[in-house]
């Protein structure tokens, strides 16, 4: 891992201590320069980033719903509930075919970051993404993104 910083080199080693302590060093996964957790039928990504030469930030995300089809309808609905969360916010991104992906994103300052905050986070953002994964896919059509990883393969393990 590359990192640009001392301060995003210190992110990345905090949110790292702090995962293997929080979740267990087995339920957390690496990838490239994220970490990443299985909650329920959603993924938890966390990247920890530079943000110019001193500070630091973690991204915490999930993939809710991919390869839907973007409507008025599916934005109001986002943009609607996006005032019900207390952590985060829904986002939307349309790839060159039309077909959109639902993300639900916080960002925290790492620098001050403690190992309570990024549980808050962690848990908001898989407790959600979770929860309306479903909803969403029922409501609006696409997949959720575990199903649409074991559609593509079998994930090499099992984690639980």
């Known amino acids: 891992m590359e990192f640009k910083t001392e301060a995003h080199k210190q992110a990345y080693e905090t949110t790292r201590s702090y995962l ?21 039928s959603t993924f938890v990504y966390l990247r920890p980033f530079a943000i110019g030469e001193k500070k630091s930030g973690v991204e915490i995300f999930s993939y809710v719903v991919i390869d839907i089809a973007v409507t ?16 985060g ?3 939307l991104t349309i790839d060159e075919q039309g077909k959109g992906t639902v993300i639900l994103t916080n960002t925290i300052l790492a620098d001050t970051m403690g190992r309570d905050e990024l549980y808050g986070s962690v848990a908001a953002i898989a407790r959600v993404a979770d929860d309306l994964d479903d ?19 079998n994930p090499p393990e099992v984690w639980e």
């Open 135 to 153: 909803l969403i896919v029922k409501s609006f059509g696409g997949e959720t993104a575990l199903g649409k990883v074991m559609t593509i393969q």
């Open 20 to 40: 293997h302590t929080l979740f267990g060093e087995v339920n957390v996964k690496t990838m490239d320069e994220a970490f990443i957790l299985q909650e329920g």
């Open 89 to 91: 916010a829904f986002g």
């Open 72 to 87: 008025e309808e599916l934005m109001r609905f986002l943009l609607t509930y996006n005032l019900r969360l207390t952590l």
